[in-house]
């Protein structure tokens, strides 16, 4: 069962990265928890999938890069690097996930990050906007 969990959280990454929410939306249940730790929770699919909007409204592209992932029953963890694109703007920076599936659907998804590395990821971001050669890609670990 965890391999089947594993693989529910990585097609619904594999979703966000495509833009393709209608594929997203299928892996949540009805009642899902969103959350980026701290800001306040979303509750339930629609308000998962409004947030999920502006990403799609306000960004080019999203890349998650998961270095680890573990599974214990329907726990899913994942320790990845995720990158928010809008045009030549792009920052990456650090991300844990911990994500609960039943019955194929993630009822629980919560999302870990240092507030300072998003902020740095930011400025280097609009620092390879404006500096020569200044990519702001980073190396895969």
């Given at each position: 069962m965890s391999d089947e969990?594993?693989?529910?959280?990585?097609?619904?990454?594999?979703?966000?990265?495509?833009?393709d929410l209608a594929a997203a939306e299928r892996l949540l249940a009805p009642g899902v928890l969103y959350q980026n730790v701290p800001l306040p929770p979303a509750r339930g699919r629609a308000a998962t999938m409004r947030q999920l909007k502006l990403m799609t409204r306000y960004l080019t592209g999203f890349e998650a890069v998961t270095h680890d992932i573990a599974a214990n029953g329907?726990?899913?963890?994942?320790?990845?690097?995720d990158a928010l694109v809008r045009g030549g703007f792009r920052a990456e920076f650090w991300v844990?996930?911990?994500?609960?599936?039943?019955?194929?659907r993630i009822v629980l998804w919560r999302d870990y990050f240092d507030w300072t590395t998003f902020?740095?990821?930011g400025l280097k971001g609009l620092a390879g906007l404006v500096l020569p050669g200044g990519s702001t890609r980073s190396a895969r670990v």
């Open positions: 969990n594993t693989k529910v959280v990585e097609n619904f990454l594999a979703a966000l990265e495509a833009f329907d726990t899913v963890l994942t320790s990845r690097t844990a996930g911990t994500f609960r599936v039943r019955e194929g902020a740095l990821a």
